[in-house]
């Protein structure tokens, strides 16, 4: 098993520049999700999917777009990166629980976004 | 609403000294606790967890006790070694949410 895979690993942009990261994983798991991860501010959530054609808003989804069309795919859209998105980006998936919550998280290496 | 809180960092240690990293939580409930660890240039990976008070979560020598009296799930371990240098997070995350919940990390350094 890969596990959770990313791409690209570095990104740089200019402001208004649109782009996808990319997030996949082999385990079958229900429930992907987006992170940022800040000097400071720890792993803060963008957006998550509990489903194929099924998403939800984080805790900072403003500036980011999801969709979800296959188990395996989740990837994270900036429609017009900003230099305010400038940040390293985890991909996390896992097995949802039958009473609701999540089993252990399992996250990809990252992608270093950089908006100039 | 559901929070926590780490000690700053950094925390710098020499080999073989004890570890002892604060987490306390703020949560409706009966959260689970976690603690991830971020090596170098890679993604988080579990390290630990604990689903009810006083369970204590231990891996690689590393161990905490989730205490719901004093809302800490504070981590130790008794040697640390210069491989151990990383960012610990601690998370929590509340029964029939699907939303894990960071603190702001706190950074290992262990010198030979």
């Known amino acids: 098993n890969a596990g959770v895979t990313q791409t690209p690993k570095f990104q740089v942009l200019k402001t208004g520049q649109s782009m996808t990261l990319q997030c996949a994983q082999d385990m079958n798991h229900e429930y992907m999700s987006w992170y940022r991860q800040d000097p400071g501010m720890g792993l803060r959530l963008i957006h998550y999917?509990?489903?194929?054609?099924?998403?939800d808003q984080g805790e900072v989804p403003n500036g980011y777009n999801v969709s979800r069309s296959t188990t395996e795919d989740f990837p994270l859209r900036l429609l017009s990166a900003a230099p305010s998105q400038t940040s390293v980006y985890f991909c996390?998936?896992?097995?949802?629980?039958?009473?609701?919550?999540?089993?252990?998280?399992?996250f990809g290496p990252g992608t270093r976004l950089t908006v100039l | 609403g559901n929070s926590v809180t780490q000690m700053e960092g950094p925390v710098t240690l020499s080999e073989e000294a004890f570890l002892t990293i604060n987490c306390t939580y703020t949560a409706t409930g009966y959260p689970s606790l976690f603690w991830y660890v971020q090596y170098p240039g890679e993604g988080l990976q579990l390290l630990l967890k604990?689903?009810?008070?006083?369970d204590k979560g231990s891996n690689k020598g590393f161990e905490a006790t989730y205490r719901k009296e004093t809302t800490s799930f504070h981590l130790e371990k008794g040697s640390v070694q210069v491989s151990d240098s990383a960012v610990y997070f601690c998370a929590l995350m509340n029964t029939g949410f699907q939303k894990l919940v960071f603190g702001t990390g706190t950074r290992l350094l262990v010198s030979p």
């Open positions: 996390a998936s896992s097995y949802s629980k039958a009473r609701g919550g999540l089993d252990t998280q399992y």
């Open positions: 999917s509990v489903g194929a054609g099924i998403t």
């Open positions: 604990a689903t009810k008070a006083d």
